[in-house]
Protein backbone atom coordinates (compact mmCIF):
# COMPACT_ATOMS: atom_id res chain seq x y z
CA UNK A 1 0.00 0.00 0.00
CA UNK A 2 1.55 3.43 -1.12
CA UNK A 3 2.05 5.44 1.96
CA UNK A 4 0.38 9.08 2.52
CA UNK A 5 1.98 12.19 0.48
CA UNK A 6 3.60 13.26 4.27
CA UNK A 7 5.04 9.86 4.75
CA UNK A 8 6.08 9.36 1.24
CA UNK A 9 7.78 13.04 1.38
CA UNK A 10 9.73 11.61 4.68
CA UNK A 11 10.42 8.23 3.32
CA UNK A 12 12.07 9.86 0.50
CA UNK A 13 14.23 12.32 1.77
CA UNK A 14 15.48 9.63 5.25
CA UNK A 15 16.24 7.24 2.32
CA UNK A 16 18.09 9.61 -0.29
CA UNK A 17 21.33 8.55 -0.40
CA UNK A 18 21.22 5.75 -3.03
CA UNK A 19 22.71 2.39 -3.08
CA UNK A 20 25.99 1.42 -4.34
CA UNK A 21 24.13 -2.29 -4.85
CA UNK A 22 21.37 -0.12 -7.16
CA UNK A 23 17.66 -0.39 -6.96
CA UNK A 24 16.07 -3.67 -6.15
CA UNK A 25 12.61 -3.76 -7.10
CA UNK A 26 9.49 -4.35 -4.55
CA UNK A 27 6.18 -6.09 -5.05
CA UNK A 28 4.07 -3.25 -5.21
CA UNK A 29 0.28 -2.57 -6.78
CA UNK A 30 0.35 -2.36 -10.41
CA UNK A 31 -0.47 1.39 -10.66
CA UNK A 32 2.49 2.30 -8.19
CA UNK A 33 5.15 -0.55 -9.56
CA UNK A 34 6.48 2.29 -11.86
CA UNK A 35 6.67 4.51 -9.33
CA UNK A 36 9.41 3.02 -6.96
CA UNK A 37 11.70 0.71 -5.83
CA UNK A 38 13.42 -0.34 -3.35
CA UNK A 39 17.00 0.55 -2.56
CA UNK A 40 19.66 -0.65 0.14
CA UNK A 41 20.32 2.49 2.60
CA UNK A 42 23.96 2.71 1.96
CA UNK A 43 24.42 6.14 3.27
CA UNK A 44 27.10 7.07 5.46
CA UNK A 45 26.51 8.68 8.74
CA UNK A 46 26.56 12.33 8.11
CA UNK A 47 30.01 13.09 9.85
CA UNK A 48 28.37 11.73 13.36
CA UNK A 49 32.62 11.80 14.44
CA UNK A 50 35.58 13.31 13.30
CA UNK A 51 37.29 10.12 11.65
CA UNK A 52 34.02 9.48 9.80
CA UNK A 53 34.46 12.96 8.67
CA UNK A 54 38.12 12.56 7.42
CA UNK A 55 37.19 8.97 5.93
CA UNK A 56 34.24 11.05 3.55
CA UNK A 57 36.42 13.87 2.54
CA UNK A 58 39.49 11.34 2.16
CA UNK A 59 37.51 9.64 -0.60
CA UNK A 60 35.98 12.99 -1.93
CA UNK A 61 39.81 14.37 -2.80
CA UNK A 62 40.81 10.64 -3.93
CA UNK A 63 38.22 10.89 -6.54
CA UNK A 64 38.53 14.58 -7.37
CA UNK A 65 42.25 13.92 -7.57
CA UNK A 66 41.70 11.02 -9.69
CA UNK A 67 39.07 12.91 -12.42
CA UNK A 68 41.68 15.46 -12.08
CA UNK A 69 44.15 13.12 -13.91
CA UNK A 70 42.04 11.27 -16.22
CA UNK A 71 40.99 15.01 -17.64
CA UNK A 72 44.31 16.20 -17.68
CA UNK A 73 45.16 12.66 -20.38
CA UNK A 74 41.79 13.49 -21.93
CA UNK A 75 42.76 16.72 -22.50
CA UNK A 76 45.52 16.08 -24.45
CA UNK A 77 43.82 15.17 -27.39
CA UNK A 78 42.48 19.07 -28.25
CA UNK A 79 45.88 20.22 -27.02
CA UNK A 80 47.86 18.78 -30.11
CA UNK A 81 45.20 19.24 -32.53
CA UNK A 82 47.30 22.15 -34.06
CA UNK A 83 50.74 20.27 -34.09
CA UNK A 84 48.39 17.14 -35.50
CA UNK A 85 47.34 19.36 -37.92
CA UNK A 86 50.61 20.18 -39.45
CA UNK A 87 52.33 17.13 -39.03
CA UNK A 88 49.85 14.89 -40.44
CA UNK A 89 48.54 17.74 -42.93
CA UNK A 90 45.34 17.04 -41.82
CA UNK A 91 41.77 19.23 -42.30
CA UNK A 92 39.33 20.32 -40.21
CA UNK A 93 37.28 17.77 -39.85
CA UNK A 94 39.71 14.89 -39.23
CA UNK A 95 40.68 16.91 -36.47
CA UNK A 96 36.81 17.11 -35.54
CA UNK A 97 36.65 13.16 -36.06
CA UNK A 98 39.21 12.55 -33.95
CA UNK A 99 37.23 14.29 -30.84
CA UNK A 100 34.26 12.47 -32.36
CA UNK A 101 36.13 9.22 -31.96
CA UNK A 102 36.98 9.54 -28.20
CA UNK A 103 33.75 11.32 -26.85
CA UNK A 104 31.50 9.53 -28.78
CA UNK A 105 33.67 6.14 -27.70
CA UNK A 106 32.84 7.52 -24.09
CA UNK A 107 29.29 8.57 -24.67
CA UNK A 108 28.10 5.38 -26.41
CA UNK A 109 29.35 2.86 -22.70
CA UNK A 110 28.75 5.10 -19.97
CA UNK A 111 24.72 4.74 -19.81
CA UNK A 112 25.62 1.18 -20.34
CA UNK A 113 27.85 0.59 -17.62
CA UNK A 114 26.15 2.85 -15.34
CA UNK A 115 22.37 0.56 -15.46
CA UNK A 116 24.81 -2.70 -15.02
CA UNK A 117 27.05 -1.18 -12.17
CA UNK A 118 23.46 0.09 -10.21
CA UNK A 119 22.23 -3.39 -10.11
CA UNK A 120 26.01 -4.74 -9.92
CA UNK A 121 28.38 -2.90 -8.96
CA UNK A 122 32.42 -2.83 -9.80
CA UNK A 123 34.61 -0.97 -7.68
CA UNK A 124 37.80 -2.34 -9.38
CA UNK A 125 36.80 -0.98 -12.49
CA UNK A 126 38.18 2.20 -11.61
CA UNK A 127 41.63 1.44 -11.81
CA UNK A 128 40.74 -0.88 -14.62
CA UNK A 129 39.23 2.01 -16.94
CA UNK A 130 42.70 4.18 -15.75
CA UNK A 131 44.71 1.02 -17.38
CA UNK A 132 42.68 1.65 -20.54
CA UNK A 133 43.55 5.55 -20.68
CA UNK A 134 47.31 4.50 -20.46
CA UNK A 135 46.80 2.16 -23.09
CA UNK A 136 45.70 5.15 -25.06
CA UNK A 137 48.21 7.73 -24.26
CA UNK A 138 51.03 5.49 -25.29
CA UNK A 139 49.38 4.65 -28.53
CA UNK A 140 48.96 8.58 -29.33
CA UNK A 141 52.92 8.66 -28.14
CA UNK A 142 54.17 6.12 -30.74
CA UNK A 143 51.51 6.59 -33.54
CA UNK A 144 52.66 7.06 -36.97
CA UNK A 145 49.61 7.58 -39.21
CA UNK A 146 46.33 9.31 -38.60
CA UNK A 147 44.01 5.65 -38.09
CA UNK A 148 46.38 5.06 -35.08
CA UNK A 149 45.57 8.55 -33.54
CA UNK A 150 41.98 7.18 -34.03
CA UNK A 151 42.93 4.00 -32.10
CA UNK A 152 44.18 5.77 -29.24
CA UNK A 153 41.48 8.59 -28.92
CA UNK A 154 39.14 5.35 -29.09
CA UNK A 155 40.94 4.21 -25.94
CA UNK A 156 41.32 7.22 -23.62
CA UNK A 157 37.53 7.33 -24.66
CA UNK A 158 36.89 3.78 -23.49
CA UNK A 159 38.93 4.70 -19.89
CA UNK A 160 36.83 7.67 -19.44
CA UNK A 161 33.26 5.58 -20.17
CA UNK A 162 34.44 3.50 -17.05
CA UNK A 163 35.76 5.79 -14.48
CA UNK A 164 32.68 8.34 -14.51
CA UNK A 165 30.12 6.10 -13.67
CA UNK A 166 31.50 4.22 -10.54
CA UNK A 167 33.42 7.44 -9.59
CA UNK A 168 30.49 9.82 -9.60
CA UNK A 169 28.33 7.29 -7.23
CA UNK A 170 31.44 6.99 -5.48
CA UNK A 171 31.26 10.50 -4.92
CA UNK A 172 27.88 10.44 -3.62
CA UNK A 173 28.32 7.98 -1.73
CA UNK A 174 30.88 9.98 0.51
CA UNK A 175 29.05 13.16 0.45
CA UNK A 176 27.45 12.63 3.85
CA UNK A 177 24.04 14.55 2.24
CA UNK A 178 26.06 17.49 0.80
CA UNK A 179 25.39 16.33 -2.79
CA UNK A 180 26.00 19.81 -5.15
CA UNK A 181 29.54 20.29 -3.02
CA UNK A 182 30.34 15.70 -3.76
CA UNK A 183 29.43 16.17 -7.38
CA UNK A 184 31.41 19.83 -7.97
CA UNK A 185 34.36 18.77 -5.85
CA UNK A 186 34.20 15.94 -7.92
CA UNK A 187 34.02 17.54 -10.86
CA UNK A 188 36.30 20.32 -10.60
CA UNK A 189 38.77 18.02 -10.43
CA UNK A 190 38.01 17.17 -13.59
CA UNK A 191 37.93 20.83 -15.05
CA UNK A 192 41.50 21.52 -13.32
CA UNK A 193 42.87 18.50 -15.15
CA UNK A 194 41.49 20.00 -18.76
CA UNK A 195 42.33 23.52 -17.73
CA UNK A 196 46.16 22.24 -16.64
CA UNK A 197 46.44 19.97 -20.07
CA UNK A 198 46.89 22.60 -22.41
CA UNK A 199 49.33 24.27 -20.27
CA UNK A 200 51.41 20.78 -19.58
CA UNK A 201 51.08 20.09 -23.63
CA UNK A 202 52.60 24.09 -24.25
CA UNK A 203 55.80 23.24 -22.16
CA UNK A 204 56.28 19.23 -22.60
CA UNK A 205 54.02 18.23 -25.61
CA UNK A 206 55.30 21.05 -28.37
CA UNK A 207 59.20 21.15 -27.26
CA UNK A 208 59.34 17.98 -27.52
CA UNK A 209 57.20 16.37 -29.86
CA UNK A 210 54.30 13.78 -30.11
CA UNK A 211 56.74 12.06 -28.12
CA UNK A 212 55.95 13.66 -25.45
CA UNK A 213 52.93 12.53 -24.63
CA UNK A 214 54.06 9.74 -23.41
CA UNK A 215 55.62 12.04 -20.14
CA UNK A 216 51.67 11.53 -19.06
CA UNK A 217 51.65 7.89 -18.38
CA UNK A 218 53.05 8.58 -15.54
CA UNK A 219 49.93 10.35 -14.29
CA UNK A 220 47.95 7.33 -15.14
CA UNK A 221 49.61 4.68 -13.33
CA UNK A 222 49.40 7.59 -10.27
CA UNK A 223 45.99 7.35 -11.12
CA UNK A 224 45.78 3.75 -11.30
CA UNK A 225 47.39 3.77 -7.33
CA UNK A 226 45.28 5.63 -6.31
CA UNK A 227 42.23 4.30 -7.67
CA UNK A 228 42.87 0.77 -6.28
CA UNK A 229 42.80 2.53 -2.93
CA UNK A 230 39.52 3.73 -3.49
CA UNK A 231 38.41 0.86 -4.93
CA UNK A 232 39.39 -0.94 -1.51
CA UNK A 233 37.31 1.92 0.27
CA UNK A 234 34.36 1.18 -2.18
CA UNK A 235 34.38 -2.67 -1.12
CA UNK A 236 34.23 -2.28 2.34
CA UNK A 237 31.24 0.10 1.60
CA UNK A 238 29.15 -2.24 -0.31
CA UNK A 239 30.23 -4.81 2.50
CA UNK A 240 28.66 -3.14 4.88
CA UNK A 241 25.90 -1.72 3.37
CA UNK A 242 24.88 -5.46 2.29
CA UNK A 243 23.76 -6.19 5.89
CA UNK A 244 21.37 -2.99 6.45
CA UNK A 245 17.57 -2.97 5.60
CA UNK A 246 16.04 -2.02 2.38
CA UNK A 247 13.53 0.70 2.22
CA UNK A 248 10.89 1.62 -0.68
CA UNK A 249 12.30 4.73 -2.30
CA UNK A 250 9.23 7.12 -4.06
CA UNK A 251 10.27 8.73 -6.92
CA UNK A 252 9.52 12.84 -6.01
CA UNK A 253 7.31 13.16 -9.53
CA UNK A 254 5.11 11.35 -11.61
CA UNK A 255 6.90 9.30 -14.36
CA UNK A 256 5.56 11.76 -17.28
CA UNK A 257 6.43 14.77 -15.37
CA UNK A 258 10.01 13.39 -14.68
CA UNK A 259 10.67 12.51 -18.44
CA UNK A 260 9.62 16.08 -19.44
CA UNK A 261 12.21 17.33 -16.92
CA UNK A 262 14.82 15.03 -18.05
CA UNK A 263 14.54 15.94 -21.53
CA UNK A 264 14.81 19.93 -20.66
CA UNK A 265 17.60 18.61 -18.70
CA UNK A 266 19.49 16.85 -21.97
CA UNK A 267 18.71 20.17 -23.86
CA UNK A 268 20.35 21.97 -21.57
CA UNK A 269 23.11 19.96 -21.20
CA UNK A 270 23.61 19.87 -25.49
CA UNK A 271 23.22 24.04 -25.75
CA UNK A 272 26.19 23.98 -22.65
CA UNK A 273 28.53 21.27 -24.21
CA UNK A 274 28.21 22.32 -27.89
CA UNK A 275 28.98 25.95 -26.96
CA UNK A 276 32.10 24.62 -24.78
CA UNK A 277 32.91 22.28 -28.18
CA UNK A 278 33.75 25.12 -29.83
CA UNK A 279 36.00 26.82 -27.64
CA UNK A 280 37.70 23.69 -26.27
CA UNK A 281 38.29 22.12 -30.23
CA UNK A 282 38.84 25.65 -32.20
CA UNK A 283 39.50 28.47 -29.63
CA UNK A 284 43.31 27.95 -30.50
CA UNK A 285 43.01 28.13 -34.12
CA UNK A 286 40.41 31.17 -33.79
CA UNK A 287 42.77 33.28 -31.77
CA UNK A 288 45.32 32.22 -34.21
CA UNK A 289 43.55 33.39 -37.18
CA UNK A 290 41.77 36.44 -35.98
CA UNK A 291 44.42 38.09 -33.81
CA UNK A 292 47.88 36.31 -35.21
CA UNK A 293 48.81 35.24 -31.88
CA UNK A 294 51.64 31.94 -31.57
CA UNK A 295 50.29 28.64 -31.02
CA UNK A 296 52.27 28.36 -27.42
CA UNK A 297 50.15 31.56 -26.68
CA UNK A 298 46.98 30.15 -28.15
CA UNK A 299 47.82 27.22 -25.30
CA UNK A 300 47.77 29.84 -22.43
CA UNK A 301 44.33 31.83 -23.55
CA UNK A 302 42.86 28.16 -23.52
CA UNK A 303 43.70 27.51 -20.10
CA UNK A 304 42.61 30.91 -19.02
CA UNK A 305 39.58 29.87 -20.35
CA UNK A 306 39.44 25.84 -18.75
CA UNK A 307 40.66 27.14 -15.64
CA UNK A 308 37.77 29.45 -15.17
CA UNK A 309 35.39 26.78 -15.84
CA UNK A 310 36.77 25.23 -13.50
CA UNK A 311 36.33 27.62 -11.16
CA UNK A 312 32.85 27.67 -11.87
CA UNK A 313 32.29 24.06 -11.57
CA UNK A 314 33.36 24.24 -8.39
CA UNK A 315 31.33 27.25 -7.51
CA UNK A 316 28.54 25.87 -8.70
CA UNK A 317 27.97 22.85 -6.11
CA UNK A 318 27.81 24.68 -2.54
CA UNK A 319 25.79 27.67 -4.31
CA UNK A 320 23.14 25.05 -5.65
CA UNK A 321 22.87 23.32 -1.87
CA UNK A 322 22.26 26.24 -0.84
CA UNK A 323 20.24 28.15 -2.71
CA UNK A 324 18.45 25.10 -5.81
CA UNK A 325 19.84 23.44 -8.52
CA UNK A 326 17.19 25.28 -10.67
CA UNK A 327 18.92 28.31 -9.81
CA UNK A 328 22.61 27.50 -10.82
CA UNK A 329 20.58 26.26 -13.96
CA UNK A 330 18.91 29.30 -14.85
CA UNK A 331 21.79 31.54 -13.85
CA UNK A 332 24.23 29.26 -15.76
CA UNK A 333 22.42 28.50 -18.84
CA UNK A 334 20.83 31.99 -19.62
CA UNK A 335 23.08 34.30 -17.88
CA UNK A 336 25.94 33.42 -19.88
CA UNK A 337 24.18 34.93 -23.46
CA UNK A 338 25.32 38.60 -23.15
CA UNK A 339 28.40 37.55 -23.08
CA UNK A 340 28.56 34.66 -26.17
CA UNK A 341 27.14 37.02 -28.05
CA UNK A 342 29.53 40.17 -27.83
CA UNK A 343 32.66 37.40 -28.05
CA UNK A 344 32.68 37.12 -31.92
CA UNK A 345 33.10 41.14 -32.21
CA UNK A 346 36.02 41.94 -29.03
CA UNK A 347 39.21 42.29 -29.49
CA UNK A 348 42.18 40.38 -28.32
CA UNK A 349 41.83 41.68 -24.84
CA UNK A 350 38.12 41.60 -24.55
CA UNK A 351 38.78 38.05 -25.66
CA UNK A 352 40.63 37.20 -22.79
CA UNK A 353 38.33 38.93 -20.43
CA UNK A 354 34.54 37.27 -21.71
CA UNK A 355 36.53 34.17 -22.26
CA UNK A 356 36.57 34.12 -18.19
CA UNK A 357 33.62 35.54 -17.84
CA UNK A 358 31.86 32.42 -20.10
CA UNK A 359 33.69 29.76 -18.96
CA UNK A 360 32.81 30.80 -15.13
CA UNK A 361 29.44 31.04 -15.42
CA UNK A 362 28.68 28.06 -17.81
CA UNK A 363 30.51 25.77 -15.95
CA UNK A 364 28.54 25.78 -12.84
CA UNK A 365 25.68 24.25 -14.61
CA UNK A 366 26.79 20.64 -15.13
CA UNK A 367 27.25 19.51 -11.16
CA UNK A 368 23.90 21.26 -10.78
CA UNK A 369 22.44 19.44 -13.71
CA UNK A 370 23.38 16.05 -12.89
CA UNK A 371 22.48 16.44 -8.97
CA UNK A 372 18.87 17.53 -10.09
CA UNK A 373 18.57 14.31 -12.55
CA UNK A 374 19.72 12.03 -9.67
CA UNK A 375 16.89 13.76 -7.08
CA UNK A 376 14.36 12.85 -10.08
CA UNK A 377 15.04 9.45 -10.43
CA UNK A 378 16.73 8.35 -6.67
CA UNK A 379 18.22 4.99 -6.71
CA UNK A 380 19.93 5.31 -10.12
CA UNK A 381 23.04 7.36 -9.28
CA UNK A 382 25.08 5.02 -12.20
CA UNK A 383 22.56 5.06 -14.55
CA UNK A 384 21.78 8.60 -14.18
CA UNK A 385 25.66 9.41 -14.21
CA UNK A 386 26.30 7.65 -17.02
CA UNK A 387 23.68 8.93 -19.17
CA UNK A 388 24.71 12.59 -18.64
CA UNK A 389 28.24 12.36 -18.60
CA UNK A 390 28.10 10.01 -21.84
CA UNK A 391 25.18 12.23 -23.55
CA UNK A 392 28.01 15.24 -22.54
CA UNK A 393 30.46 13.51 -24.48
CA UNK A 394 28.63 12.82 -27.39
CA UNK A 395 26.84 15.57 -27.93
CA UNK A 396 30.68 17.62 -27.38
CA UNK A 397 31.94 14.99 -30.23
CA UNK A 398 29.51 15.33 -32.77
CA UNK A 399 29.51 19.40 -32.25
CA UNK A 400 33.16 19.48 -32.66
CA UNK A 401 32.68 16.91 -36.36
CA UNK A 402 29.65 19.43 -37.25
CA UNK A 403 31.80 22.59 -36.20
CA UNK A 404 34.52 20.88 -38.23
CA UNK A 405 32.87 20.55 -41.52
CA UNK A 406 31.17 23.85 -41.17
CA UNK A 407 34.64 25.98 -40.64
CA UNK A 408 36.16 24.55 -43.71
CA UNK A 409 32.78 25.43 -45.52
CA UNK A 410 32.55 28.91 -43.98
CA UNK A 411 35.55 29.63 -41.70
CA UNK A 412 36.63 29.36 -37.69
CA UNK A 413 34.90 33.00 -37.24
CA UNK A 414 31.40 31.95 -38.51
CA UNK A 415 31.29 29.35 -36.21
CA UNK A 416 31.79 31.56 -33.47
CA UNK A 417 29.12 33.45 -34.28
CA UNK A 418 26.75 30.82 -34.71
CA UNK A 419 28.01 29.10 -31.42
CA UNK A 420 26.80 32.49 -29.66
CA UNK A 421 23.08 32.33 -29.58
CA UNK A 422 22.96 28.53 -28.00
CA UNK A 423 22.04 29.93 -24.56
CA UNK A 424 18.82 31.14 -25.57
CA UNK A 425 18.22 27.60 -25.03
CA UNK A 426 18.45 27.92 -21.28
CA UNK A 427 14.94 29.54 -21.38
CA UNK A 428 13.46 25.99 -21.04
CA UNK A 429 14.82 25.97 -17.48
CA UNK A 430 11.35 27.65 -16.74
CA UNK A 431 9.84 23.86 -17.35
CA UNK A 432 11.51 22.41 -14.98
CA UNK A 433 9.80 21.51 -11.07
CA UNK A 434 10.59 22.73 -8.20
CA UNK A 435 12.79 20.14 -6.28
CA UNK A 436 12.76 22.39 -3.12
CA UNK A 437 8.85 22.08 -3.13
CA UNK A 438 8.42 19.38 -3.87
CA UNK A 439 10.93 17.86 -1.11
CA UNK A 440 8.64 19.93 1.59
CA UNK A 441 5.83 18.86 0.15
Same mark, same amino acid.
Given at each position: ?6 ? #? ?39 ? @???? !? ?48 ? !? ?21 ? *? ?30 ? *? ?25 ? &? ?13 ? &? ?33 ? @? ?22 ? !? @? ?6 ? *????? !? ?24 ? /? ?49 ? #? ?15 ? @? ?5 ? /? ?11 ? =? ?9 ? =????? *? ?7 ? =? ?29
Amino acid at each position: MRPEPDD #WTAQYRSVHHESSAGPVYSSLSPENADRSHTVTDTALPARS @SSAA !QGTVFAILLAVSFSHFLNDVMQSLISSLYPMLKNDYKLDFWQIGLLTTTF !QVTASLLQPVIGMYTDKKPLPFS *LPFGMCLTLIGLLALAFAHSYEMLLVGSAFVG *LGSAIFHPESSRVARLASGGRFGLAQS &LFQVGGNFGSALGPL &LAAFIVVPLGQGGIAWFSIAAMVGIVVLIRVSFWY @SRHIASSAKRAAHTLFPPLPRRKV !Q @SALIVLAI *LVLSK !QAYTASLSSFYTFYVIEKFGVSVQES /QYLLFLFLGAAALGTFLGGPIGDRFGAKTVIWFSILGVLPFTLALPYADLF #WTKVLTVVIGLILASAF @SAIVVFA /QELVPGRVGMIAG =IFFGFAFGIGG =IAAAV *LGVLADARG =IEFVFVICSYLPMLGLLTIFLPNMKAVRVA
